[in-house]
């Protein structure tokens, strides 16, 4: 229908940071709310999706009766949540900001104060992205990318690496976008690779534009 144009399809949502423990009292995390992936579930689920969030720790939560919330803490918990609930999705929206590194040992017991330098090693995290584009079936997948630095190149190239059907490009260069704001400043790039730059909106508004080009991916 018109208004529901997403009615039947079943959207994942990653959003949040995770956070990696180090022991029992602390743990390694960033600087995400979960705002925009909220946003974008929100907006999904308006247009008719059934959507299921996989939400990493933050103060943020949605109660909008089409949005199913799956919390999870570790990146791992993350891949293992998204991962078994990938089969039954038409679509995926990867905005979590996933830890890239964990330490490779948690300590189990709280680690004393007592050396001048304290060296923790740390691991790489399972890419959850980076799956699902290798066990691709049907669905459509939409990543994001921040960078600081190249950011059109690298956004380019994750679409392709990953197998993605678009990726939202967020700057931090830009005043009013990213971590914590209320506002956003993306650009839309779709696989055949042409850009759409959006003005600086607030993140409801982004979440409806991404939603919307979806909905053309959709038909495209
Ligand atoms: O490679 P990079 O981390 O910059 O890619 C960002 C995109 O990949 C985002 O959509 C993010 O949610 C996703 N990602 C993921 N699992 C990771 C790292 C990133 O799903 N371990």
Redesign the pocket.
Known sequence: TANKPLSGKTAIV?AGP?IEHIDPVRYITNHSSGKMGIAIANALADAGAAVKLVLGPTNQSTTHPGVTTFAVQT?QE??DQ?TSLYPQANLV????????YRPANIADKKIKKGQAQLHIDLE?????????GEHKAHQLL??????TDNEKE?ALK?LK??N?DM??MNSLADAGAGFNYDTNKVTLFSKNGDGRSLPLKSKLEVARDIVSAIIDLQHA
């Open positions: 990653t995770t990146a993350m891949f998204v929206v990867a905005a979590a900001a996933v830890a890239d790489k995290t399972p890419d959850i992205l980076r799956y699902l939409i990543g994001f990318s921040l960078e690298y994750k690496d990953k993605l990726i939202v």
